[in-house]
């Protein structure tokens, strides 16, 4: 994989919402690669290559779409908080994408490092239009490499 190329880490235990998330990316012109993960569990091995993800060849830019509310005992929160808080991965742009508008997990959220924290609208075409939004920030974003050891 090139070192300029970016893959986008949709990391969502809702298939229907990594499917508009694909689908509603490319619509805007996103034509990085896309990996989904249904659990934060996978999201750290991937990141950290270990598990199912260990030995994987030389990877490019990083950047991931995390929702908070996942099964399995890891949590959007703590994938967020074990990366930003590692100097290998703390550079990894992180955007909260879930339907948790509590004002204090936003707080919490941008506390531990997250980028971007957006909301999921409910309602169809608001989600649509929202993911819209995100591909034009996505499309002129800079994404950093992570470290060397890492990536």
Same mark, same amino acid.
């Given at each position: 994989?090139?070192? +300029? ?7 969502? $235990? $809702? @298939? ?17 690669? /896309? ?9 750290? +091995? ?9 030995? %994987? %060849? ?13 099964? %399995?005992?890891?949590? %959007?929160?703590?994938?967020?908080? &074990?990366?930003?808080?590692?100097? /290998?991965?703390?550079?990894? @742009? ?5 339907? /948790?508008?509590? @004002? ?19 309602? @169809?075409?608001?989600?649509?239009? /929202?993911?819209?939004?995100?591909? &034009? ?9 992570? +470290?060397?050891?890492?990536?």
């Amino acid at each position: 994989m090139a070192e +300029d190329s970016v893959t986008i880490l949709i990391v969502d $235990d $809702d @298939p229907g919402h990594v499917e508009l998330l694909r689908r509603n990316l490319r619509r805007t012109g996103i034509e990085h690669r /896309t990996e989904a993960l249904g659990d934060g569990s996978s999201a750290l +091995d991937y990141v950290f290559r270990r598990g199912a993800y260990a030995g %994987g %060849g030389k990877r490019g830019k990083l950047l991931l779409l995390l929702d908070i509310n996942m099964p %399995g005992g890891v949590d %959007g929160v703590e994938v967020l908080r &074990q990366l930003k808080t590692d100097p /290998t991965t703390r550079k990894i @742009p992180i955007v909260m994408l879930t339907t /948790t508008d509590d @004002p204090r997990e936003i707080d919490r959220c941008y506390e531990l490092g997250c980028n971007v924290y957006v909301t999921k609208p409910v309602a @169809p075409e608001a989600f649509v239009n /929202t993911v819209a939004g995100l591909g &034009q920030l996505l499309s002129i974003a800079r994404v950093p490499l992570a +470290d060397a050891r890492r990536a």
